[in-house]
T-cell receptor
Framework: DAKTTQPPSMDCAEGRAANLPCNHSTISGNEYVYWYRQIHSQGPQYIIHGLKNNETNEMASLIITEDRKSSTLILPHATLRDTAVYYCIVRVTGGYQKVTFGIGTKLQVIP | GAVVSQHPSWVICKSGTSVKIECRSLDFQATTMFWYRQFPKQSLMLMATSNEGSKATYEQGVEKDKFLINHASLTLSTLTVTSAHPEDSSFYIC??????????????FGEGSRLTVL
């Protein structure tokens, strides 16, 4: 079973920030939070990951609460191309650990 | 980022035939690859873990004799759907993590392969 819970859907106006929440209350100390997104009929695309500090890259920012039980992915200026299903997963950074996906959040960016 | 390639990207076959899908890590080596299946409007469902040089580990409910997995090298894993039936029609996705070098520990996904069984 997935170790994370996310709202099934969200809407965001184009140009505004999209804030996607994720709960991972059973996260272990050595597990990272990863975010991926899947545009229709494509494989998941890596967005960002972090352990406990907030992270930022060219695509998004990741805010992890101090107790690490939840996180928020922030797309600072959403565009129509950001419409996708966003998955939050937790895993250790070892190539061998299998990953299970929850339902994700379907983000609809509205013009 | 690292690249994982799948081939074919889509395939149509007749019921009862077998179909092979390849998953290659193009610029890194991976001792472990994963195979997922995704039905319309559903999430990715893990089918099996493919281990280089050894037998794959299948998730509960996945028939190992129907979904044959071979991980022949550090850059190639194949999934063969044997005696395919219409209910096997789905989107099959593989993923892999670099062992060392390029983004160690990150998990990269292929583009997916859409199988339609007539």
């Amino acid at each position: 079973d997935a170790k994370t819970t996310q709202p099934p859907s969200m809407d965001c106006a184009e140009g505004r920030a999209a804030n996607l929440p994720c709960n991972h209350s059973t996260i272990s100390g050595n597990e990272y939070v990863y975010w991926y997104r899947q545009i229709h009929s494509q494989g998941p695309q890596y967005i960002i990951h972090g352990l406990k500090n907030n992270e930022t890259n060219e695509m998004a920012s990741l805010i992890i609460t101090e107790d690490r039980k939840s996180s928020t992915l922030i797309l600072p200026h959403a565009t129509l191309r950001d419409t996708a299903v966003y998955y939050c997963i937790v895993r250790v950074t070892g190539g061998y650990q299998k990953v299970t996906f929850g339902i994700g959040t379907k983000l609809q960016v509205i013009p | 980022g690292a690249v994982v390639s799948q081939h074919p990207s889509w395939v149509i076959c007749k019921s009862g035939t077998s179909v092979k899908i390849e998953c290659r890590s193009l610029d890194f080596q991976a001792t472990t690859m994963f195979w997922y299946r995704q039905f319309p409007k559903q999430s990715l469902m893990l089918m099996a873990t493919s281990n280089e040089g050894s037998k794959a580990t299948y998730e509960q409910g996945v028939e190992k004799d129907k979904f044959l997995i071979n991980h022949a090298s550090l850059t190639l894993s194949t999934l063969t759907v044997t005696s395919a039936h219409p209910e096997d029609s789905s989107f099959y996705i593989c993923s892999a993590s670099p062992v060392t070098g390029k983004g160690p520990g990150e998990l990269f996904f292929g583009e997916g392969s859409r199988l339609t069984v007539l």
